[in-house]
C-alpha cells in the first residue's frame, strides 16, 4: 500500500512539475518596443521552509481556520486517503469533523523534485477526535508534495 502511495505521489508531482504554466500575461496587447514582465525565478525553499509550511497547516487545522488551511492547498489539490482520493473542497469539508488538540512531529526528511516541487515526510503523534471518537495517537507517517504557483507555495498532496 504504501509503495502504490508513493508512486501516486510521484505521479503528481510529474504531472504538476510537467504542467506548463504561462509566463506571461496573454490577456493584454503587448507593445513591441517594450520587453514583456518576467518574474524572477523563485529559489527552491529551504527544508526549514517547507517545514514551516507543513506545520502551518496543522496549526490552521488545529485553530479550525478552514480560510487559512485552504488557501495554502493548490486548486488541484489531491487528498489519498483510506477512504478514497479526494479533491480540495472534499478534503475542506472532511477536515472540519477532525478536532486536535495537540500534535507532536519527528523524523522529518524534504526531497527536492525541482525548482517548483518538494516531497516532504514525516511521522506525528496527535491528540484528536474525528466526528466525536477519540483518534488513536499514532505515530502515523505522513507525507505532502509541495509545489510553487507562480509565487506561493502550496500543498498539492
Known amino acids: 500500500m504504501k509503495k502504490i ?3 501516486i505521489c510521484f505521479a503528481l508531482i510529474a504531472v504538476a512539475g510537467c504542467t506548463p504554466q504561462p509566463t506571461v500575461n496573454t490577456n493584454t496587447v503587448a507593445n513591441a518596443n517594450q ?3 518576467t518574474k524572477p525565478a523563485a529559489a527552491m525553499p529551504s527544508e526549514s521552509d517547507i517545514i514551516a509550511k507543513e506545520k502551518a497547516t496543522w496549526d490552521a487545522v488545529k485553530k479550525k481556520d478552514w480560510d487559512a488551511f485552504g488557501a495554502m492547498l493548490a486548486s488541484d489539490y489531491v487528498e489519498v486517503l483510506d477512504s478514497g482520493v479526494h479533491d480540495k473542497a472534499a478534503a475542506l469539508t472532511g477536515v472540519k469533523d477532525f478536532d486536535l ?3 507532536t512531529y519527528a523524523d522529518w526528511k524534504m526531497i527536492p523534485v525541482d525548482k517548483d516541487a518538494a516531497l516532504i515526510t514525516y511521522s506525528v503523534t496527535v491528540k484528536a ?3 466525536g471518537q477519540d483518534v488513536l495517537p499514532g505515530p502515523y507517517r505522513e507525507a505532502s508534495a509541495w509545489v510553487n504557483r507562480d509565487g506561493p507555495w502550496l500543498a498539492l498532496h
Open 101 to 103: 488538540s495537540e500534535v
Open 129 to 131: 477526535k474525528y466526528k
Open 5 to 7: 502511495l508513493v508512486l
Open 35 to 37: 520587453p514583456a514582465e
